[in-house]
């Protein structure tokens, strides 16, 4: 079975410090992992994916993860934050078996000037 | 390349009615998946299709939803009788193929209040 776990419900910052979001996750087969972004009343975002490629997958508007195996965590970043980036966040872990795709509760990032 | 559509983009509706809600997928899109996010969680698998077969709908209450994708395309979610708790945002998600390494595209989704 697979799962993830956001670590942070909220997370709040300034305009223009890093954004750290965090993730963890469980699978019994070497996983996808994805960060999907949602804006309010927008359609689900895709911001960058993980496919057993590189470790440090670098994605759209600044975002980037690192996969660590180790530590079954794809914590997401970016340098500086920019207050269109305040949205919610969410963390999917997909196996290789079915292709089910699972999220986790999400961590909604405020962004404040 | 169009998006994935589904209509209607809000319904309300009385408890005890019923109501149904519509994908179109991406063309040649393979898999298709129908979440349900309640406000403030993260979106729960209903059903995931592969082609027009079910593969998982463990999480589905068969004994009021019911969903099925025509001819591998097209797929409608109903939902008879329904309940307060079914107060949530509906969405549709398609994906190429049949592995986990591709992106799922998702619709805009529908909103369903029920009163």
């Known amino acids: 079975a697979q799962s993830v776990t956001q670590l942070d419900s909220h997370v709040s910052v300034s305009e223009g410090t890093p954004v750290l979001l965090r993730c963890n996750y469980s699978s019994s087969y070497s996983p996808s992992l994805f960060w999907y972004v949602q804006h309010p009343n927008k359609g689900l975002q895709l911001l960058l994916k993980y496919t057993s490629a590189a470790t440090l997958v670098k994605g759209i508007n600044g975002f980037e993860a690192e996969f660590k195996k180790s530590e079954t965590s794809f914590h997401l970043t970016k340098p500086s934050a920019h207050m269109s980036d305040a949205a919610e966040y969410f963390c999917v872990v997909s196996d290789r078996g079915y292709s089910t795709l699972t999220f986790g509760k999400g961590t909604m990032l405020l962004v404040s000037p | 390349e169009a998006g994935v559509a589904q209509s209607p983009r809000y319904k309300i509706i009385e408890k005890r009615q019923s109501v149904a809600f519509w994908c179109n997928p991406i063309s040649g899109h393979a898999t298709l998946y129908w979440y349900q996010q309640i406000l403030g969680q993260g979106p729960k698998l209903l059903i995931q299709?592969?082609?027009?077969?079910?593969?998982?709908d463990s999480q589905l209450p068969k004994d009021r939803f019911s969903a099925e994708r025509l001819k591998g395309v097209d797929s409608t979610l109903k939902i008879q009788p329904a309940k307060l708790e079914d107060s949530a945002v509906y969405l549709c998600a398609s994906r190429k193929g049949e592995g986990a390494n591709t992106e799922a595209f998702f619709g805009q989704g529908t909103r369903l209040t029920v009163v």
């Open positions: 299709f592969q082609n027009n077969g079910v593969v998982d």
